[in-house]
């Protein structure tokens, strides 16, 4: 089945610690997102990505970085930088061309 | 940034009844797109309707865009407890095909039996 793997479900991180999220998926869509999605909000896009090797900033991108050097992996690292990560993050990718993107089922991410 | 506003932003009803949810946004677009998430979950694209499109249907959905007022509505009609979820309508306003999304706050639907 094609779709969109994130890991882990749940993950905790101590203040002062880099924690990386992991994406994946088996679509062989060009186009990978990360989305940041706090309680009773929408969505915040942080990184996002047309093409191997090359990525942009979304809307919140301060404390995050990514890479891209799999068509099929989009990697996300919170920072010690970002001063408030608790949230619950989001993978998406899409196809080129104004189309849907496909979610994968989030990685929850709490403070220590 | 948001740059849609999704209303109301909870709606309880009857199972049976139909849900109306409507969103409002600032900004020219190529497309819009309405998501459903359940509690703890990813997102579902439901619909994407285009800037030079008015209505599109799609099984118990029906969604409708007007550009001169910015806004959109999404229907389902015959509700079931099923579609007890999140929906969220995101514009696309990326040129050059980007397909970059701006997520509105979404509405919170309960279907209750």
């Known amino acids: 089945d094609g779709g969109i793997t994130q890991s882990p479900k749940y993950l905790f991180r101590k203040e002062g610690q880099n924690v990386t999220l992991s994406c994946e998926q088996n679509l062989n869509h060009d186009a990978m997102y990360w989305y940041r999605q706090d309680p009773g909000q929408g969505l915040r896009l942080i990184y996002y990505?047309?093409?191997?090797?090359?990525?942009q900033k979304g809307d919140i991108a301060e404390g995050y970085s990514v890479s891209r050097e799999k068509k099929e992996s989009f990697p996300l690292t919170v920072t010690s930088a970002q001063k408030n990560p608790t949230a619950f993050y989001l993978c998406?990718?899409?196809?080129?061309?104004?189309?849907?993107?496909?979610f994968g089922d989030g990685t929850r991410l709490s403070i220590l | 940034s948001q740059q849609g506003e999704e209303d109301p932003q909870a709606l309880s009803i009857q199972e049976g009844e139909n849900a109306t949810m409507n969103c409002s946004y600032k900004t020219s677009i190529n497309n819009l797109q309405w998501y459903r998430q359940n509690s703890g979950r990813g997102l579902v694209h439901l619909i994407l309707i285009r800037s030079n499109e008015r209505e599109k249907h799609s099984g118990r959905l029906r969604v409708t865009l007007d550009t001169s007022k910015k806004s959109s509505s999404l229907l389902i009609t015959a509700s079931r407890a099923a579609d007890t979820a999140s929906y969220f309508c995101a514009t696309d306003g990326s040129a050059g095909g980007g397909n970059k999304l701006t997520f509105g706050t979404g509405t919170q639907l309960k279907v209750e039996l």
């Open positions: 998406a990718s899409s196809t080129t061309g104004n189309q849907p993107q496909h």
């Open positions: 990505s047309q093409i191997v090797n090359d990525f």
